[in-house]
Every structure is written in C-alpha cells, then in structure tokens.
C-alpha cells in the first residue's frame, strides 16, 4: 500500500524512522496536516484502522513466530504500550511438489498391488488346469482309452 492509497495528506513516518528517533515517542499522523506529500508512491508501513496492511504468511512451514506490538499515536496511550505475543501454526500446507509425489507413488503402489493379484490368481488358474490335466491322463492310464475327446488339447487352452 502506498502513502496516497492509505489516504495520507502529509508525509508519511516510516517504521524504521519512527523507532530510530525517540524510540517511537514521536509518532505523527499523515492523516493531519503536516509536511507536504513529496512522493504518494512511497511505501505505508505502519498498521491502523485505516488501510488493509496485514501479515501475507509466505513460509509455509510449522513453527512458533513471536511478535511485538507497539502502539505509537499519543491519542491512544499516553505510555509506551507494547505487547508481545506468539502464533503457533500447524498444518501448514503442503508444496504441490510433495502432493505430486505422494499421488504418484500411491498411484504406482496400487497398480503395482493390482497387477500382483493379477499374476498371481494366472499362476493358481494355470496350476489348477495343469493339476486338471494331470488328473485326466492319470485316469486315462488307469481305465482304457476311450475316445480322447480332449487328449491333444493343451492345458493353456483348456482355461478358456
């Protein structure tokens, strides 16, 4: 935000002049006449009831962050008022490069599990049919041979 965005008629204090000179005891509102407005581009760096500076949280991470308050305009304290106070953040979200990640190894792990069950029922059908054909030629050995409808008939085809 800028000085002319916030609505500054004079020249507005910036925070770090405020706290070098008098330790922030001599705070002036832009808001009243004063110096003249040299540049309305500048920066407006101190939090009030007017404008709509905030905190934009960038970092993304967990953590305790401490903050110090301090109230400058004589109009609202006659001391100097600080406050301190701490934010905990969890569950801060994730990058979208590890959301990514985690979907696409979950995705390969199902189909990787899905082609596993696959081979694996294949193998337990082919051993039954070979386990089948095995049995047949067994009792074919035993009784006679009567016709062999099925006696050239590979046990691969006989799972269709």
Known sequence: MTNAGAGCISAAQTW???VQAAGGLNYVSCFQSGSTL??????????????KLGIVW???TSGL??????VVDPT????TLTATFAVNVYGAPVSAGIQAGV??????????????S??????ERRLEAKEKEQEEI??????????GADGGMLWKEKLE
């Open 103 to 116: 979907m696409i190894g979950l995705t390969l792990i199902f189909f990787a599990v899905l082609a596993a």
């Open 138 to 147: 067994d009792g074919e050995g035993e009784e006679s041979k009567d016709d």
């Open 58 to 60: 960038t970092g993304g």
């Open 118 to 123: 696959y081979f694996l029922y294949l193998r």
């Open 16 to 18: 770090t002049g405020l």
């Open 65 to 70: 962050y401490l903050f110090t308050a301090k």
């Open 76 to 79: 609202f304290s006659y001391c």
């Open 38 to 51: 040299s540049n309305p581009n500048d920066a407006y760096t101190i939090f009030n009831q007017t404008n």
